[in-house]
């Protein structure tokens, strides 16, 4: 059996919404439809794409893996039938919480004296690659290592990493904190979009208790109401104040890589202009 976008599209469906009903019904089809096609899928690639039980819906190592691969095939897809992008229209940059931090102001400023011509649209997406590998942007800031694949990255600068805790708790009368000081309580993980994992922590004062939660804002309200306390970068401080939590230095934590990225496939036409302007705002203000 030949494998069509739509068995990507149901795959992917599946693995976003974490069930092959709500995956069925956001594709309009029936839910025998939506489990052929998953079949279909893993008897071609030879591999058990998603765990099935009567309680929930998992992807495999294998369908992580498969995961970026079918979103960066059905946006390229998607991209080549978009008429409008035939003709020049916005470039779009993409960012998961943070942005350029400092930068972006002076970013979009000289971006609009310098390139009138073109828009250039800054969107939050929720997505471990702020919507780059769905095609919903042309390029994006990201932080961190990024291995999927058929992504560019480029390394603009380093930020320092900073704690993040409830703004009357203890922790927070401290001029600076180490990672060590976050453990005696549960740390709050953005495992959809943030930057922070288990693995910033050496594994003898690895956390044992995390509370996990999808988006910036949630993480904020996290520990805004004493549920924990979190990891982030620099730049967090300033682009996301929240009364109900102070930052505050992290000593002994690694600085975190802020990287632009864009697809090797279809790249926007002035992406190269982008590149070379961020590269320059971010040297500039070093």
């Known amino acids: 059996m030949n494998i069509e976008l739509r068995h990507l599209r149901c795959f992917l469906a599946i693995a976003e919404e974490a069930g092959i009903t709500r995956a069925a019904a956001r594709l309009h ?8 096609a998953l079949a279909a899928l893993e008897k071609h690639l030879g ?34 039938l978009d008429a409008g992008r035939l003709r020049r229209g916005p470039l779009r940059l993409g960012h998961a919480w943070s942005a350029l931090g400092p930068y972006t102001t002076p970013l979009l400023r000289r971006w609009q004296q310098e390139h009138p011509d073109t828009p250039l649209e800054l969107l939050r997406i929720d997505d471990r690659t702020a919507g ?28 320092p990493r900073v704690a993040a805790v409830t703004a009357d708790g203890p922790l927070a009368a401290r001029p600076s904190l180490t990672l060590a000081d976050l453990t005696a309580g549960p740390v709050v993980l953005n495992t959809v979009s943030g930057l922070t994992t288990l693995d910033l922590w050496p594994e003898e004062i690895r956390p044992t208790t995390t509370l996990t939660v999808a988006n910036t804002d949630d993480w904020l309200a996290a520990i805004a109401a004493g549920r924990g306390t979190g990891a982030s970068v620099a730049s967090t401080s300033s682009m996301h104040p929240h009364p109900g939590v102070s930052y505050r230095l992290l000593a002994d934590a690694p600085p975190a890589p802020v990287l632009l990225a864009w697809r090797t496939a279809s790249p926007h036409p002035a992406l190269p202009r982008l590149v070379a302007l961020a590269r320059e705002v971010a040297a500039a203000n070093e």
């Open 132 to 159: 780059l590998t769905r095609g919903e942007v042309d390029a994006a800031v990201l932080r961190g290592p990024v291995d999927a694949p058929g992504l560019v990255t480029e390394l603009l600068f380093t930020e």
């Open 47 to 80: 591999t058990r794409l998603v765990d099935r039980s009567t309680h929930h819906v998992a992807l495999t190592a294998e369908g992580e893996a498969f995961r970026d691969k079918a979103a960066a095939a059905v946006a390229a897809f998607d991209e080549a």
């Open 29 to 36: 089809v029936t839910q025998p439809a939506v489990s052929r």
